[in-house]
């Protein structure tokens, strides 16, 4: 009876080992320029040969140095080298697609491509969420990550926020991040199309803006208002310096006073009126 089940023990060893490398499993002979591809998955890892694919379902993850890319089915295709060698040119991942590299972390994907030659992601989905230190970056469309250039362009009712000091919203938002310390964090930030940005004080319409995340300072351009409670400044170009509260309403770089005329809407006590800055 012992016998039997020192044998019984020993064949469910086998099994449960055999299952661990079938489905979380290294696959070593599959590169990119840079690092190995690793792929694990809980239900399997399928081999598609005729297609020059693999499959990975079931809490799917695919890791290559410090970028990880999980989801619920992962797809990495692949280019044969002579001999035995693979490169993979393009993963693929459905559903729950979470990305991170760097301290830098994606989550809310619906599906997401990954180009290794251009270290370039796309990520669709209805609440994508990019987190980096203490700012965030979201979108209800799509989500654009150059890896390389350290930059992320998030479309469709774009959102960026810095903890509870400001929060930038446009159709189109750019970020330029840099890498510190092995950390990714937010360099600059670009806004295209109905600009807003809300501050604690204040809030500030436009077509176009630039944020410096070094300097703190927001410049605004094209039908540039600036609006504190009932209040507004209103013209083409503006600085807000986010770090000491101060806010200018300039001419547009380039444009003399004459050409580009700035001017205020003063609400005092229920009456709007006009006065030139």
């Known amino acids: 009876m012992i016998e039997k089940r020192k044998q019984k023990n020993i064949i ?3 099994i449960i080992f055999f299952f661990s490398i079938s489905n979380s499993q290294q696959i070593s002979n599959l590169k990119n320029e840079d690092n190995p591809i690793e792929i694990y998955a809980d239900e399997g890892i399928e081999w598609h040969k005729n297609k020059n694919k693999y499959v990975a379902i079931g809490n799917a993850k695919a890791i290559s140095g410090s970028l990880s890319l999980e989801s619920d089915r992962i797809e990495a295709f692949y280019d044969e080298k002579e001999g035995s060698g693979m490169n993979i040119r393009e993963v693929r991942a459905k559903k729950n697609v979470i990305v991170e590299d760097r301290k830098m972390r994606i989550t809310g994907g619906n599906y997401a491509e990954y180009s290794t030659k251009k270290d370039f992601f796309k990520i669709i989905g209805k609440n994508i969420v990019l987190t ?10 799509k989500l654009e990550y150059w890896r390389s250039n350290n930059i992320a362009i998030a479309t469709g009712n774009a959102e960026a926020k810095k903890n509870n000091e400001f929060t930038v919203k446009a159709n189109k938002l750019v970020w ?3 890498e510190i310390d092995k950390k990714t964090k937010v360099k600059k930030i670009l806004g295209f199309k109905n600009v807003s940005i809300k501050t604690n004080n204040e809030v500030a319409f436009s077509d176009k ?5 070094e300097t703190e300072i927001c410049k605004l351009f ?4 600036l609006q504190k409670g009932e209040s507004f400044l209103l013209g083409e170009y503006a600085e807000v ?3 000491n509260g101060i806010s200018k309403l300039l001419p547009a770089p380039g444009k003399s006073l004459n050409e580009n005329k700035v001017r205020a809407l003063i609400n005092k006590d229920g009456a709007g009126g006009n006065e030139p800055n």
């Open 241 to 243: 310096d986010l770090r």
């Open 12 to 14: 469910f060893f086998y």
């Open 132 to 141: 980096s230190e203490s700012n965030t970056l979201k979108s209800n469309e």
């Open 222 to 225: 094209g039908n540039v208002k």
């Open 176 to 178: 330029y991040l840099k």
């Open 209 to 213: 803006a630039i944020y410096n995340n």
